[in-house]
């Protein structure tokens, strides 16, 4: 959860610290050299942190990888060992270590605040018309941004440029949990020229195991133009063999071209979820 994510920083900075003190009072003092090797080992924990939770069926992140060395690099600035002059530096150490400890909490901060957006705007999922509404989605081989054409919900959509890789598209990680109360997820696609475009539509809970089985997984294909896709709840439940999907802790929803399209494009916009027209 994002608000886990907060403490990639913290946490780091906390423990660099409580080692960084052990090393300076087993030796005396901190020689730059054991210094260096302190902060290469720490930014090496920190990325390897994240590398282990590949093993434990958590997703790995690049930036809560960053974040660890941003912490763990903050709390090695309070701990350069100056000397004479350079200790007129001190204040300029202390105030890039703080900035570093923040920055490394930045985008948690916007995907909660956006998290409050969402809520807000229930039940809407994705209209683009906040530039914060960006936060929330990630890329794999492809390239996003808010765009002025296309839109069906107001004035802006998401244009994704497909790239080189597997599996390239977009996905929203942090979308409204709750999908209990409605029938339906409704989203707008538009392709341009060219022949029909192939997109899979996967939708996961807190619960998936991360088996290909354990998920909601949707193919259609989109012609020139646009098309509405209407995908009913019952069927997102049903989806996985051997239990029903929980739609009260939504965590994830992907949308991908299960095949090379490098150089195609599609446009989405007005992600929301509707109840069955009587």
Known sequence: MASLDLLHSPALFAWAMVFLDLLRTRFGTLTRRLWLLSWVGLISLGFLLEAIQATVGRSPSLHDAVANGCGATAACLLFWPSRG??????????????????????????????????????????????????????????????????ATDGSWSMRVDLGQGQYPGVAQQWPLADWSQFDQLELDVWTDAGPPLTLVIKIQDRRHNQEHDDRYHHVFRVAEGRQRILLPLADVAAAPSTRRLDLRQITFVQIFSPGPAAGRSFYVDNLRLTHQRR
């Open 85 to 150: 002059a350079q200790r007129q530096l001190g204040r300029l150490r202390y105030l890039l270590a703080v900035t570093l400890l923040v920055g490394g909490m930045t985008r948690p901060l916007l995907i909660l605040l956006d998290v409050g957006l969402q809520r807000m705007e229930t039940p809407m999922l994705a209209s683009f018309e906040h530039p914060l509404e960006m936060v929330r989605w990630t890329t794999t081989h492809a390239r996003m941004r808010r765009v002025r054409q296309r």
